[in-house]
């Protein structure tokens, strides 16, 4: 890896991805980082202008696709339109961006565990063909299968090199903690800023027993890596294959942010899926990854980082 490019660059992963980069590479690589700020993905003027001033003749080695448009909560529910045009004129432009200027690179791309069905075990790569996901959540699933596709024909046709992970709920240093992130770092910030405020009851939505598979962003970032340098299947799970309950997150949070208060669980509030967790076998079996930090210790380094955060003026 000398010449990468890094669509998402501005994102809590691909932030994350390019600083591993820049220490692992050193000062003699070129990475080049998109964000939306940079150019419009869902542009393809723009999108293809970008690339032939950047990547044409440049030697790429490597791409990586981590553009998205998502949000928690049931913000899905209710834009799964804006979700589909947006996600989807991402991947075509990038892929097509991919195969007339950067030929030679090698696309690593990032897709979600939600693609895959409602189901109470956890999912092995084969379920995501003939089955479909959660109904709140297909507009934005289709568009990760979609993607998936689409790098099976570029391959197929084009002769390009390609791999994808599926991840879990990604969190740690660096992501949200505004009460409409993901769960986790919606609970981090909710906690830790109960416990700094001496506030007497946080409130958790649903009944804390729904599931969730999570893992720590520099695992995430160090699976990407890996599979980028050594996979060559089309898709990989990333992930632990363990699933906690939100009651035995919240649990974690609330000892890591010395909370002492009530937890409150809001029984009516919108809370997705019961159960997601990934089946990991063939990660390990193909390229020996497995994930470093468990979700407690996890859990325990963002607290600290959040705090300092705080304690900086720093925002959610």
């Known amino acids: 890896m000398r010449h990468v490019i890094v669509a998402g660059a501005t994102g809590f992963i691909g ?17 080049m980082g998109i964000g939306s700020r940079d150019v419009d993905l869902t542009d393809p003027d723009a999108t293809f202008a970008w690339f032939e001033r950047n990547a044409a003749g440049a030697d790429v080695d490597h791409v990586f696709h ?3 448009l998502y949000k928690a909560g049931d913000w899905p529910v209710h834009h799964p339109a804006t979700q589909f045009f ?12 991919w195969a007339r200027f950067a030929p030679g690179a090698k696309l690593t791309s990032v897709v979600s565990y939600c693609m895959y069905p409602p189901k109470e075990s956890a999912h092995p790569e084969s379920e995501l063909w003939g089955t479909e996901p959660e109904d709140y959540l297909f507009a934005y699933a289709f568009t990760k299968k979609a993607l998936l596709v689409g790098q099976r024909a570029y391959r197929q046709e084009h002769g390009l090199s390609a791999t994808s992970l599926v991840l879990p709920t990604i969190f740690g240093p660096g992501d ?7 769960v986790v770092g919606a609970l981090i910030g909710k906690f830790v800023r109960a416990a700094v405020s001496g506030d007497p009851e946080v409130e958790v939505w649903g009944t804390g027993e729904q599931r969730r598979e999570f893992l720590f962003v520099e695992d995430a970032v160090d699976g990407i890596l890996t599979a980028a340098r050594h996979s060559s299947a089309d898709v ?14 919240a649990d974690m949070i609330r000892e ?23 089946d990991v076998t063939r990660v390990q079996r193909e390229i020996g990854w ?6 407690k210790a996890g859990i325990e380094a963002t607290v ?6 705080l304690a900086r003026g720093g925002e959610e």
């Not at 932030?15 to 990475?31: C, H, K, Q, T, Y």
């Not at 947006?86 to 961006?97: I, K, P, T």
């Not at 497995?290 to 979700?295: D, P, Q």
């Open 290 to 295: 497995t994930a470093k930090t468990g979700t």
């Open 15 to 31: 932030s994350a991805l390019v600083a591993r980069l820049e220490r692992e590479l050193g000062p003699d690589a070129r990475i």
């Open 304 to 309: 600290r980082s959040y705090r300092e955060q």
């Open 176 to 182: 949200s903690f505004a009460e409409n992130s993901h």
């Open 86 to 97: 947006a996600n989807m004129s991402m991947n075509v432009n990038l892929l097509e961006a």
């Open 236 to 249: 990989l799970n990333l992930g632990t294959g363990q699933a906690h309950s939100v009651r035995e997150l």
């Open 66 to 68: 981590l553009a998205a």
């Open 256 to 278: 890591a942010a010395g909370f002492s208060g009530r937890i409150r669980y809001e029984t009516d509030r919108f809370v997705g899926v019961k159960h997601r967790a990934l």
